[in-house]
């Protein structure tokens, strides 16, 4: 009888959800001159963002009792969303955020968006930007990962439902998160 061996990421390190999202930010090009004493607000890439999140959900479920109880207790309510998806098999609901919520911060992130790409519009070619005429909108999100739960994207969802199919994450619970 052949015995496998195989061997995991081992992380302990709290620092990795921090730094791992801190790669999906948007940095604009560096030939714009934003306004004076303009702050541009924090984004990330959509697509970086979501992989993100899948890559940190794969670590703490590899990691549970080093990283998995940290996340769940004290990291964003997003990850704990996908944690709870995982554990229950339930791909469907999203925790921690209601339809009502969900369309709020939508509406928000797309006025930011929008304001922003108008700025840079702006500060470049003088473009005034609408959602019709807008190329940063469908790319970019909020980079706020410790502010409130976002439903993933569709394309999101069956990717975490694949990888928990294939990778078994709803056998992490070491400790079993939802008790």
């Known amino acids: 009888m052949e015995l496998f061996l195989f061997l995991m990421l081992e992380a302990d390190n709290q620092e990795i959800f921090d730094m791992v ?16 004493g303009y702050t541009p607000p924090n984004l990330a890439v ?4 979501w992989k993100a999140w899948l890559m940190l ?4 479920a590899h990691n549970p009792g080093s990283l998995g109880s940290e996340a769940w207790n004290s990291f964003p ?3 704990r969303a996908l944690m709870e998806m995982c554990i229950t098999n339930d ?9 009502q919520t969900e369309l709020q911060v939508a509406a928000i992130e797309k ?3 929008l304001e922003f790409e108008t700025d840079l519009g702006a500060a470049s070619t003088k473009t005034v930007i609408t959602e019709n005429n807008s190329l940063l909108l469908s790319q970019l999100t909020s980079l706020d990962p410790r502010g409130s739960t976002r439903r993933p994207p569709p ?25």
């Not at 959509?46 to 963002?49: A, C, D, F, I, M």
């Not at 959900?57 to 703490?60: A, E, F, K, S, W």
């Not at 791909?91 to 339809?99: H, L």
Request: with cysteine; charged share 10%.
């Open 57 to 60: 959900l794969m670590l703490i």
């Open 91 to 99: 791909f469907a609901t999203s925790s921690g955020t209601t339809d």
């Open 21 to 36: 999202l801190h790669l999906t930010a948007y940095h604009y090009p560096e030939n714009i001159v934003l306004p004076q």
């Open 77 to 79: 309510p997003i990850l």
């Open 111 to 113: 006025q930011t968006i």
């Open 155 to 179: 394309a999101v969802i069956e990717q975490l439902r694949t990888l928990n199919a294939t990778l078994l994450l709803c056998r992490s619970r070491q400790p079993n998160f939802l008790l």
């Open 46 to 49: 959509s697509t970086l963002y």
